[in-house]
């Protein structure tokens, strides 16, 4: 699935890096046609997840009652201790092919993503973020979680202010990789000429945000927890957003993406932080 977006604005919130700088005269800028990067989703993957055990200990406690306040030492024996929020944290990998059909490269510049867990529920919750990108060297670009870097010009793509009814830090941007399994950072990659690079976008939720939206699965399988079983977490989520590229004097290109639905299942064992 090819997107394709809108080139708009001036370029001023995403550092401008390389292609500022290019230097193009009259003749050439006019000879020169920018195309909007495709954008291919490529899907969303848990790359962090606690264990279901880890979360029945969490929740066990708040939705079990048992007489003469017998649930905490019961729930601690079946589980084990119960875990604080930052040890049950999950985070998602977002992977684009992201091609230039350009003959000059392109760097991405930042990343809007917004994501609503358990959209079909009357309590489904919304999270979005702006990730802000910078060029590689560029000493006054700050990376990381940027409302002003997630604003278009048009109206025909997700802006950040589109989702005015997110919960604040439900979502938290952790940086951008060139493989699913390497370490995140804030910097821009370029997509040379005329080719093609798959990008890693990584995200994590909010601890405390979560478990509350989560707490609705803990309260479906109160039997199940009294008994000492441990239940099924599975999360489903909806995702959509936009990529904006760094067009220097043509003006920033935001390239929109979803909104596509998917579901986390949790895995029995957890997952390795990576």
């Known amino acids: 699935?090819?997107?394709?977006?809108?080139?708009?604005?001036?370029?001023?919130?995403?550092?401008?890096?390389?292609?500022?700088?290019?230097?193009?005269?009259?003749?050439?800028?006019?000879?020169?046609?920018?195309?909007?990067?495709?954008?291919?989703?490529?899907?969303?993957?848990?790359?962090?997840?606690?264990?279901?055990?880890?979360?029945?200990?969490?929740?066990?406690?708040?939705?079990?009652?048992?007489?003469?306040?017998?649930?905490?030492?019961?729930?601690?024996?079946?589980?084990?201790?119960?875990?604080?929020?930052?040890?049950?944290?999950?985070?998602?990998?977002?992977r684009f092919k992201v091609s230039n059909p350009n003959q000059i490269p392109i760097p991405l510049a930042s990343v809007l993503a917004a994501a609503t867990v358990f959209p079909a529920a009357t309590n489904q919750s919304l999270g979005a973020v702006c990730t802000q990108l910078c060029p590689e060297g560029d000493t006054t670009c700050v990376g990381g979680t940027n409302p002003a870097a997630c604003e278009a010009s048009t109206h025909d793509v997700r802006s950040l202010s589109d989702f005015g009814s997110a919960t604040a830090n439900l979502i938290v941007a952790d940086g951008i990789a060139l493989a699913l399994g390497q370490k995140p950072t804030f910097t821009a990659p370029r997509v040379s000429s005329a080719s093609e690079l798959e990008v890693t976008v990584r995200f994590s939720f909010g601890p405390d945000q979560l478990l509350q939206v989560m707490r609705q699965l803990a309260v479906q399988s109160v039997d199940d927890l009294k008994a000492g079983r441990t239940p099924t977490f599975n999360i489903p989520f909806q995702l959509q957003g936009t990529v904006f590229f760094d067009g220097g004097s043509f003006g920033r290109i935001a390239v929109p993406y979803g909104p596509v639905s998917g579901l986390w299942a949790l895995p029995v064992d957890g997952l390795i932080p990576r």
């Not at 279901?52 to 905490?72: D, I, K, T, W």
């Open 1 to 94: 699935m090819l997107l394709v977006g809108a080139v708009g604005g001036a370029c001023g919130l995403s550092g401008c890096g390389y292609l500022a700088n290019l230097q193009l005269d009259t003749a050439a800028k006019s000879a020169l046609h920018l195309v909007p990067p495709g954008i291919a989703y490529e899907g969303a993957d848990l790359v962090q997840s606690p264990a279901h055990r880890q979360l029945a200990a969490y929740y066990c406690p708040e939705v079990v009652s048992l007489p003469f306040g017998a649930a905490p030492v019961a729930c601690r024996g079946f589980f084990g201790p119960r875990p604080t929020p930052p040890e049950i944290a999950v985070a998602f990998a977002v």
